[in-house]
């Protein structure tokens, strides 16, 4: 709408198939030689981050009243699709410099925790992630929102064998589980997981691995 104040669609859904594209770029550039406008890449992905992060899409949550691994994992996949950025002691909230949202390593789990869908707000209400640590990724089921451990600090397993997580080293980043040291598998407590979950981890447990749930403040 920023660019066409000036030029009147004839086609409403010409302009709407545009938008099956699922590389922004490819999308721009068949809008600029359609429509013949010259509209800046970079520009385009900095108007559209700063809209991205006004708000969090209520459409993402498939069940909202309850705290679940399938929304978790929408959760994670969003924040990095919308650019947040790494934040101390931050957990989804937007910085007013950047005016993008903002969470640390485990603030990034503790927003979709603490974040109410309906009010469109976070509460305080926990302060601390509790987790169960499974076993090794060997064990791990794929299912989306299970949580994995290691050199990166905590991850969100959001399906297709990827990683979503915070790091001071770039942001909210996604990558392969097969890279930056993940090297066990878990379940937050906080969470709701499919039984076949916590069936695994039964299973695991009565082969020989006892431990009891842990605590990230």
Known sequence: ??????????????????FTHTDDRALIDNINSYY????????F?????????????????????????????????????SH??????????IDEGSHLRCADNIGLIMGYIRYDPQEKQ?????????????????SMPDIKGIGVHGDSGFGVYTGGGDVV?????????????????WNEWCIYDAVSYPQE?????????NGGNNDESETEE
């Open 1 to 18: 709408m920023s660019y066409f104040d000036e030029l009147h669609l004839t086609n409403v859904n010409v302009y709407a198939n545009m």
């Open 122 to 138: 976070f509460s305080s209400d926990n302060d601390s992630l509790y987790y169960t640590p499974a076993g090794s990724l060997d």
């Open 165 to 181: 997580f915070s790091s001071a080293m770039g942001g909210i980043q996604r990558q392969n589980i097969t890279d930056g040291g």
């Open 84 to 93: 947040w950025e790494f934040r101390e002691d931050r957990c989804g909230e």
């Open 45 to 81: 992905i900095g108007m559209y981050t700063l809209v991205m992060n006004r708000t969090i899409s209520e459409y993402i949550f498939a069940d909202a009243e309850e705290k679940n691994s399938v929304d978790l994992a929408a959760w994670a996949v969003n924040a990095y699709d």
């Open 36 to 43: 013949d406008l010259d509209i800046d890449y970079d520009e």
């Open 197 to 205: 979950v916590y069936d695994i981890i039964e299973d695991i447990r």
